[in-house]
């Protein structure tokens, strides 16, 4: 075998945001400020949680992020691609929701 065949997950190694695609479609977006191998491997785990939702997921994405830049990186996607299985969607203002001062 070469090196050569292998691939390159250093990345998951670090912190950052993570996508988790079922048949093409963007069903989860993570965020991890340490290794996010862990957490995508929690996220595959038969042992979860009753209270947490099992999520089927076939391809993975990561993206390596500064520390400073994951919020901003991980709302960003959240409100482009509003995936099924996140629960912290960001809130769209309206009027009622508008601080008064």
């Known amino acids: ?3 050569e065949d292998f691939a390159d997950i250093s990345d998951c190694l ?6 988790l ?11 991890a400020s340490r290794a996010m191998l862990g957490t995508i491997s929690n996220l595959r785990s038969k042992n979860l949680p009753s209270w947490m939702p099992r999520i ?16 901003t990186v991980y709302t960003g996607l959240l409100a482009e691609h509003r995936p099924r299985h996140n629960r ?3 809130p769209t203002l309206t009027r009622t929701m508008e601080r008064r001062i």
Not at 14 to 19: E, L
Not at 21 to 31: A, P, W
Not at 58 to 70: E, K
Request: charged share 25%; proline share 3%.
């Open 21 to 31: 695609l079922y048949r093409g479609e963007v069903v989860y977006v993570g965020k």
């Open 56 to 71: 089927t997921f076939d391809q993975v994405l990561i993206r390596a992020v500064h520390p400073d830049q994951i919020e």
């Open 88 to 90: 912290d969607f960001v």
């Open 14 to 19: 670090r912190g950052g945001i993570f996508v």
């Open 1 to 3: 075998m070469k090196l």
